[in-house]
Every structure is written in structure tokens, then in C-alpha cells.
């Protein structure tokens, strides 16, 4: 389902977005972009997410590794 919003544009952006863009496709190009967008933030925050854990927890060795995933998985 669709909703309608306002949003505020910069001029120079609004003015690209009229030149290069039909009217009858900019909600789908505005769409488009803030989803990419949208997934790369998420992505950052995962990211940073991440190294926060890396930070905390120590080293582990690709053999114990390797064993501890089997351990979980019963093998």
C-alpha cells in the first residue's frame, strides 16, 4: 500500500529530478533510491555493529572455529 508524503527537496535536486525524470515516474525513482539508501544505512549499522562485537570477544583460530560450528550444528 502507498502512502503519500511531503518532503522537502533541495532546489538543485528538485530541478534534476524534473529534467531527468518523467512525471509519471519520480514517486518510483524517489522510492528506488531512499530503499537503497535505506539498505545502506542498515548496512553501516550492522557494519559498526560488528566491529563493536569484534572488539569485545577474542581471537578464535579457523580449526576451533571450524569445530565449534560443527559442535552446533550436531555433527
Do not use: Q
Not at 10 to 15: L, M, R
Not at 20 to 39: K, Q, T, Y
Not at 66 to 73: A, F, G, K
Request: charged content about 40%.
Amino acid at each position: 500500500m502507498a502512502t503519500k508524503v511531503n518532503i522537502v527537496l533541495d532546489d538543485d535536486v528538485k530541478a534534476e529530478l524534473d529534467r531527468m525524470v518523467d512525471p509519471g515516474r519520480r514517486s518510483r525513482v524517489v522510492n528506488a533510491a531512499l530503499r537503497r539508501e535505506l539498505l545502506r544505512i542498515g548496512r553501516e549499522s550492522a557494519s559498526a555493529t560488528l566491529d563493536l562485537l569484534r572488539a569485545k570477544t577474542r581471537r578464535v583460530a579457523t580449526p576451533e572455529l571450524v569445530s565449534l560450528i560443527r559442535r552446533d550444528r550436531g555433527r
